[in-house]
């Protein structure tokens, strides 16, 4: 059964930082490119950043671009998201997901979330 | 970066219904468009993907259809746990992978 476990959420002060990780497991980890989406209290759904299966390739979205920070190790089935700077806004829910092999950004399985809360 | 419109806000509707579920484009994303379940407290889950195909184990009252700028989902007839918060999703033009802002659907 593919599984994704995230971590690391928690309280965390504005301008202070968070590493948020994503254990994999039930698939071949290295083979599928991931993704983080966050999502705040009571709002939609906000695609945040995506990785490569091999970690060559990365992609953010504005909001986050400069302060956070997407990367892999395959050898651990495990997915990070390292975050600087918090705001605020950053507040949220951050999911990671699995893409579909053969369809980037297509989301086919999802994590329970972590909260992340950025206040003083 | 392309905007999605999701319309309505809110459907109320009762079991057995039909419901209809709009999602449109502020450009073209061929049929590069996604929809996705998230019911309270839970992770979203996909539901159809490239517009009309269904995920692995979504029953088949679900349906998808559209291409280009505009979309819909149809649920033929609703089942109680079907009321949730229903999101679509493009991936034609990316970054960013963009989201709309979802259409609650509540028991009438």
């Known amino acids: 059964e593919v599984q994704l476990l995230e971590s690391g959420g928690g309280l965390v002060k504005p301008g202070g930082s968070l590493r948020l990780s994503c254990a994999a497991s039930?698939?071949?980890?290295?083979?599928?490119?991931m993704t983080w989406v966050r999502q705040a209290p009571g709002k939609g759904l906000e695609w945040v950043s995506s990785?490569?299966?091999?970690?060559?390739?990365?992609y953010y979205a504005d909001s986050v671009k400069g302060r956070f920070t997407i990367s892999r190790d395959n050898s651990k089935n495990t997915m990070y998201l390292q975050m600087n700077s918090l705001r605020a806004e950053d507040t949220a829910i951050y999911y990671c997901?699995?893409?579909?092999?053969?369809?980037?950004?297509?989301?086919?399985?999802w994590g329970q979330g972590t909260t992340v809360t950025v206040s003083s | 970066e392309t905007v999605l419109t999701q319309s309505p806000a809110t459907l109320s509707l009762s079991p057995g219904e039909r419901a209809t579920l709009s999602c449109r484009a502020s450009?073209?994303?061929?049929?590069?468009l996604a929809w996705y379940q998230q019911k309270p407290g839970q992770a979203p889950r996909l539901l159809i993907s490239?517009?009309?195909n269904r995920a692995t184990g979504i029953p088949a009252r679900f349906s998808g259809s559209g291409s280009g700028t505009d979309f819909t989902l149809t649920i033929s007839s609703l089942e109680p746990e079907d009321f949730a918060v229903y999101y679509c999703?493009?991936?034609?033009?990316?970054?960013?992978?963009?989201f709309g802002q979802g259409t609650r659907l509540e028991i009438k």
């Open positions: 997901a699995k893409e579909e092999q053969w369809r980037q950004r297509l989301m086919d399985v």
């Open positions: 039930g698939f071949t980890f290295s083979s599928y490119a």
């Open positions: 990785i490569s299966g091999s970690a060559d390739s990365t």
């Open positions: 450009q073209s994303v061929g049929s590069y």
């Open positions: 490239d517009a009309s």
């Open positions: 999703q493009q991936r034609n033009n990316w970054p960013p992978v963009t």
